[in-house]
């Protein structure tokens, strides 16, 4: 067996050992193509699906305990049963992948559009409907051909479309291009981009999408990777899914591990059952520490997710271990930062993008992210007041009400709060900009007071 | 003269018969008006509100939330640079500096040649492969500062034919062939799909 042979053709995907749920196909050059797919098991959990009731099929999902891989990890099975008996009802899915760090569902897509759309049949029958939305964002024009060409092909096979596989099943599958913005990837805002909007969140309640989504019908919004376990699991059922992974999170999930590394890439690795300590220094996985240095801190889960530090590095890839740690697991997205790294430089930098990136409807964030966003440049910039640690954590507060969610620091003999924060914001991505502050601030103080003392000795006192 | 030219309004027919809702299709026609002109022209904005019965301020409000679309011309080659997080670790913001000073522009800004245009952009889902950036949404993986000239040279010798000019969204759309077609749910639509109510009822 390969063990960790990088793919270039599957650019960041390393073959490590370990089962392949999602990632089966990517060894393949031309794993995107119909043929590879129908020669290595591909529509099987499809054409299984279609011999069934659809009861049945969500019973499976919600059996395999499917954790939702866009972030929030909520169990897809127990989404899907959010449906009220309203008709008509649509499938939208998310395959807007933006979070800093994550780099996933986009492989899926270039590399392994079939196994998507197989998914998306086995969910839109498992919930009863025909029309199923494929939003890929804008700026991955590689995954939009590859679909569109799944597309072509599966539909002309009689895999997509009407009487799917010579039944009378009928499900459509729209593509739909998105055009550049990350809050599209909350869900309410994907809905309303949809529609043609700008991607401005709704207010839940009222606007849940299972009950009010695309055009106020019932909606499940569900995310690429998600959707990509689907055929593996109704083909070999929920038992053997969960000999994966761990009771809690079963399965697997394709992890980016990028930063400070030796040997980056995108790993797909079982939950629960690996600590953070050996994807960063095992053979299996990344192989250490970029030029042997020591790590400074490191990104569990995307840009939104609390920073973690060496006491947090035996910790098991596990949702509920890692979030009353004070984080989440998130996007799959970690980001790894040796000792080299400038603390407030990265902050800043993370910082920086949900400023950019807030929609502008909630005035807490609108004007808060950028708030934080011109403070961090000044102290970078040496015109820092010391004042401003300070005031960082008020704005930021203003945003997310304290306590934040944060790692515990046992130096300082402080405990960890649990994720998640709170809001005073439609959606999480103001609160989400807080997270790097607090965590650097708490941890690197000394950092922040160094930059403002430098230059401004009078105010920051000896 | 900035309209959707025939086959484009043809396209855009097309695309509108795939949703419900005519202005769900706003977002891939202003692809289409991109693609046509290189950036979105307030003719073709017009043109877009007619196709979907709605008026050009509301096709402005949308289209001017997104990022990709621009409305001026731009340069034949969008070098997008990430300067993200894990970009940033690895030289990102040294790559785009390089790129300043090669390209003798400012992110925003376009070469006197027209063929370059420059911007700082946030994670383009390539992180293992940093620093990283896109010519036109294309990406281009771990480079150094040779690697950034060589591929500059390579664009402007018109060496790199697999990168489409700018608009150019993908090379391949989805087509669903005559008849193939299940029918996509509007709204007002009442009841499950008969499939659906066969199997849910024995």
């Keep these: 067996m390969a063990t960790n042979t990088y793919v270039p053709h599957a650019a960041g995907y390393v073959d490590n050992e370990g089962v392949k749920i999602v990632s089966s196909r990517f060894q393949y050059e031309d794993s995107y193509t119909l043929e590879r797919s129908l020669s290595t098991g591909g529509y099987e959990g499809m054409k299984k699906t279609l011999r069934m009731q659809p009861a049945e099929v969500a019973a499976v999902v919600k059996d395999a305990v499917l954790l939702g891989r866009g972030g929030a990890g909520f169990p897809a099975g127990v989404k899907w049963g959010f449906m009220p008996p309203v008709w008509p009802r649509y499938l939208v899915v998310n395959g807007d992948e933006s979070e800093p760090g994550t780099y996933k569902d986009r492989l899926l897509m270039e590399r392994d559009p079939h196994q998507l759309i197989e998914g998306c049949i086995i969910a839109c029958f498992a919930l009863g409907l025909n029309t199923c939305f494929l939003y890929v964002r804008g700026e991955m024009p590689v995954a939009q051909e590859r679909i569109a060409e799944a597309l072509n092909d599966a539909y002309a096979a009689g895999l997509v479309g009407k009487n799917i596989d010579g039944t009378d099943v009928s499900i459509d599958i729209v593509l739909h291009w998105g055009a550049g913005a990350y809050i599209v990837g909350e869900e309410t805002a994907l809905i309303e981009s949809l529609e043609g909007n700008r991607g401005m969140p709704r207010l839940k309640p009222p606007f849940f999408p299972a009950a009010k989504g695309l055009y106020m019908k019932p909606t499940i919004v569900n995310n690429v990777e998600t959707l990509a376990n689907l055929p593996w699991i109704i083909t070999n059922g929920a038992a053997n899914f969960k000999e994966y992974g761990s009771e809690k999170s079963p399965g697997t999930r394709l992890l980016a591990i990028s930063g400070h590394v030796k040997r980056p890439g995108v790993y797909e690795v079982e939950q629960g059952r690996v600590s953070f300590r050996e994807l960063f220094y095992g053979h299996n996985f990344c192989g250490g520490i970029k030029d042997d240095n020591d790590l400074k801190m490191f990104i569990p889960g995307g840009g939104s997710a609390p920073w973690f530090f060496e006491e947090q590095l035996d910790l098991l890839l596990e949702a509920g271990d890692v979030g009353p740690a004070g984080s989440m697991l998130g996007s799959g997205a970690i980001v790894v930062m040796d000792h080299t790294t400038d603390a407030v430089k990265a902050c800043l930098r993370v910082v920086r993008f949900f400023a950019r990136e807030s929609c502008g409807k909630c005035t807490p964030c609108r004007e808060g992210t950028s708030w934080e966003e011109k403070i961090l440049q000044r102290i970078l910039d040496g015109h820092g007041r010391p004042e401003d640690i300070d005031l960082l954590l008020e704005v930021g507060a203003n945003i997310s009400p304290s306590p934040y969610p944060v790692a515990a620091a046992p130096e300082s003999g402080l405990e960890a709060v649990p994720f998640p924060p709170k809001q005073t914001t439609i959606c999480p991505l103001g609160p989400s900009s807080v997270a790097p502050i607090t965590s650097a601030i708490r941890r690197f103080r000394p950092e922040f007071e160094a930059k403002i003392a430098a230059v401004s000795p009078v105010g920051a006192g000896a | ?202």
């Excluded at chain 2, 034949?76 to 940033?88: A, P």
């Design chain 2, 1 to 202: 003269m900035s309209r959707l030219n025939e086959a484009n309004v043809e396209l855009a027919q097309e695309i509108i018969a795939r949703y419900p809702r005519r202005k769900s299709a706003l977002i891939p026609l202003l692809h289409v008006a991109q693609e046509q002109n290189g950036y979105v022209t307030t003719a073709a904005m017009e043109h877009l509100a007619e196709l979907v019965g709605i008026t050009p301020a509301e096709v402005l409000g949308t289209a001017s939330f997104y990022e990709m679309f621009k409305f001026e011309p731009q340069g034949k080659y969008m070098v997008n640079i990430c300067t993200n997080i894990s970009c940033q670790l690895l030289g990102g913001e040294e790559l785009l500096h390089h790129a300043e000073k090669t390209l003798g522009i400012r992110p925003g800004g376009t070469t006197d040649d027209g063929l370059f245009t420059l911007e700082d952009v946030e994670c383009m889902a390539a992180c293992t492969e940093a620093p990283c950036l896109q010519v036109n949404y294309r990406h281009e993986y771990r480079l150094d500062h040779d690697d950034f000239d060589t591929l500059i040279s390579e664009l402007r010798s018109g060496s790199r034919p697999d990168i489409p000019d700018h608009g150019t969204l993908g090379l391949v759309r989805q087509h669903i062939p005559d008849g193939r077609m299940a029918g996509i749910d509007s709204p007002e639509k009442t009841g499950s799909p008969e499939w659906f109510t066969a199997r849910s009822s024995n």
